[in-house]
């Protein structure tokens, strides 16, 4: 890489870490090219040399959360056992991501999609995510005939909408009150979902 690219990676990275910041503490209505500029330390022109609109920037904070959220959910689940379990010990780790950063996932799940971009690929990248987490034990399950492909397209279905649903109410009206509470619903309705 020539120094101009890696000045530019920098530049870059400075703009995706300011609104990253941002995102974190403030939420996405926090956000505009001017903040995020001035935290990054540049004009907002600058911002438009490295960067098409605001929109592409939000878009890329997203992969980059998700990417964070990932590696937060492996470190987590690394011990357990593969199938149902590890699919049950994905999701209270996805769960427990964002219970620790509620800016993200109001920005993933409560932010209309025209406020972050009407792109689709932001959409799907949100709308998939629980089910990329899962999906190498989906198809260990799959394939040691522990579930059916049919009933794995069901859960799955029933995990994203379940999961985002109970999130959306803990974070949002603090139902219910208790963490703990929280948590042991978590683990009544995924038990449920996956037959456990």
């Known amino acids: 890489m020539q120094n101009k690219e890696i000045q ?3 530049i870059k990275g400075y703009f995706l870490e300011a609104a990253k ?11 505009n090219v001017r903040s995020i500029a001035e935290r990054a330390g540049y004009s907002y022109t600058t911002l438009y040399h490295y960067f098409k609109d605001l929109n592409e920037l939000i878009f890329l904070c997203v992969k980059d959360f998700q990417d964070e959220c990932e590696q937060f959910v492996k470190e987590e689940v690394k011990k357990e056992p593969r199938g149902t379990e590890k699919i049950k010990a994905i999701t209270k ?5 964002f219970t620790q ?9 409560i932010e209309k999609i025209s406020n ?3 792109k689709q690929p932001t959409t799907e990248l949100i709308a998939t995510f629980p089910d990329r987490l899962c999906s ?7 394939d040691k005939n522990i579930i059916t492909k049919e009933k794995v397209d069901i859960f799955t279905k029933q995990l994203r909408f379940t999961v ?3 999130l959306l109410l803990y974070l949002n009206r603090m139902q219910p009150a208790d ?6 619903t978590v683990e009544i309705q995924i038990n449920q979902i996956l037959n456990i």
């Open 164 to 166: 985002t649903g109970m």
């Open 8 to 10: 530019e990676q920098r």
């Open 21 to 31: 910041e941002m995102l974190k503490g403030e939420g996405l209505k926090s956000i």
């Open 93 to 97: 780790a996805y769960i427990q991501y």
């Open 136 to 142: 190498e034990e989906w198809k260990y399950c799959i």
């Open 101 to 109: 950063y509620p800016g993200i996932f109001e920005l993933c799940f």
């Open 116 to 118: 972050i971009g009407s």
């Open 179 to 184: 963490y703990k509470e929280f948590i042991d």
